[in-house]
């Protein structure tokens, strides 16, 4: 059973960068295969991107090339590098176990806005 909590979210300009983190206990990032969700205000949670425990990643079209997906296994810790960030990346943020996601935890929220 991992315990993980988001954090690093906050108030961006458009154009801007944001590292999220997520810390993770009882197990090991390292062992399991995880991603990043996020939810918009009236939307469906969606995977922005993921990471397997051999290190393979994917990326949802829409923040291609501006996110970027990592773990430290020395700190048992999952991140998110957002950059060029746009209004429509606003939501509140999520990790979990990917493919089958576990309990939700409260998430990060990122605005982004002018």
């Known amino acids: 059973q991992v315990q993980l909590v988001e954090s690093g979210g906050g108030l961006v300009q458009p154009g801007g960068s944001l590292r999220l983190s997520c810390a993770a206990s009882?197990?090991?990032?390292?062992?399991?295969?995880m991603g990043w969700y996020r939810q918009a205000p009236g939307k469906e949670r969606d995977l922005v991107a993921s990471i397997t425990s051999d290190d393979r990643t994917k990326y949802a079209d829409s923040v291609k090339g501006r996110f970027t997906i990592s773990r430290d296994n020395a700190k048992n810790t999952m991140y998110l590098q957002m950059n060029s960030l746009k209004p429509e990346d606003t939501a509140l943020y999520y990790c979990?176990?990917?493919?089958?996601?576990?309990?939700w935890g409260q998430g990060t929220q990122v605005t982004v806005s002018s």
């Open positions: 979990n176990r990917w493919p089958f996601a576990l309990n």
């Open positions: 009882g197990s090991a990032v390292r062992f399991i295969s």
